[in-house]
């Protein structure tokens, strides 16, 4: 049995190990680990610069920029309805996100700007049609766009350095889906990284197509069978809803409909629940809208 270390054998290890940690652990986990550790939760940015290298914030290719444009919110819903599906990671189910007139706009301008959408593997873009089939359109950053934009920022508390990424609708036809993968790629500690998703439908005239989260548990309830496939058991006594299903929980394409989740943790880690993939369209087409909110940590000032 091994003896238990002398306590003058214990302070000089301390006496040794706290430099060690000052001095060299210490600056190198500065250097190489997100500082969101510090940011998420905290106000106090006196001692932070704006952003962190690798964005481009005059890149209106990749983000939309608040640069005090005005614009008018024509055609947007009086209200939304939020049901909270999971803490940890924070889902959402929003209900009416995007109003009618707005979601046929959207789709409307989409139009005769599809190409391919294309598969990112951390180095090199590629299209991919047993990963991913469908089209992709880059959306003209007109009123109505705006007015979502900064219906996402304020959704998440308008929280610093968090960038709105430029909109793509995506268009599913008959057979189109993308396999499971995720939304962050683990960049945050290499100069950002994708921290929230919106998945927004904007039209569901098709059959199938359901976004499917393997990783999550069904709820129980028989109300989120209106937005969740799943098969309804009656429980026993209180004629409580079960739902069981073998692969996570899928979510009905409905129009106007949006799925919100957090990608990262507060340290910068992803969430490996949000493992999920569009499931195949089996007739008609599906038209979703991908919002994305690109969080790109701030840099501690030098001297």
């Known amino acids: 049995m091994a003896s238990i270390p002398k306590l003058s054998t214990i302070v000089s290890w301390l006496i040794y190990l706290v430099p060690v940690y000052i001095f060299i652990l210490n600056p190198l986990l500065q250097q190489f680990l997100p500082e969101s550790v510090t940011l998420f939760g905290s106000n106090d940015l006196s001692e932070w610069v704006d ?24 055609g947007e819903p009086e209200g939304y309805k939020v049901h909270l599906l999971s803490r940890t990671p924070l889902i959402l189910y929003i209900e009416n996100f995007v109003g009618a007139e707005e ?18 593997d951390g180095v090199t873009e590629r299209v991919d049609p047993n990963q991913r089939l469908s089209d992709r359109a880059l959306l003209d ?22 960038y709105i990424e430029r909109m793509w609708a995506q268009r599913y036809n008959t057979s189109g889906h993308y396999r499971h993968h995720y939304d962050w790629t683990g960049s945050l500690a290499r100069g950002g990284d994708r921290l929230s998703t919106f998945m927004v439908y904007l039209g569901a005239d098709c059959e199938g197509g359901g976004t499917n989260f393997p990783r999550l548990r069904m709820p129980v309830g028989k109300q989120w069978c209106r937005f969740l496939e799943c098969d309804v058991d009656e429980g026993e006594g209180d004629g409580e809803a079960v739902q069981r299903s073998k692969d996570g ?19 910068g880690t992803g969430y490996t629940e949000t493992w999920h993939a569009a499931y195949p369209v089996t007739s008609g087409t599906k038209v979703g809208l991908n919002i994305w909110s690109w969080y790109q940590p701030p840099r501690r000032k030098r001297g």
């Not at 890149?59 to 919110?73: L, R, V």
């Not at 979601?103 to 990112?120: E, F, G, Q, R, W």
């Open 249 to 267: 929980i899928t979510f009905k394409p409905i129009k106007g409909n949006a799925v919100f989740w957090e990608n990262l943790r507060a340290d």
């Open 103 to 120: 979601a046929d706009h959207l789709v409307d301008i989409s139009l005769n700007k599809y190409t391919p959408s294309i598969v990112y």
């Open 51 to 74: 952003a962190a290298p690798g964005l481009n914030l005059t890149d209106d290719t990749f983000i939309s920029p608040e640069d005090g444009t005005p614009f008018n919110c024509a």
């Open 141 to 162: 950053r007109d009123d109505t766009v705006r007015c979502l934009e900064e219906r996402a920022r304020a959704f998440q508390g308008w929280r610093p350095h968090l």
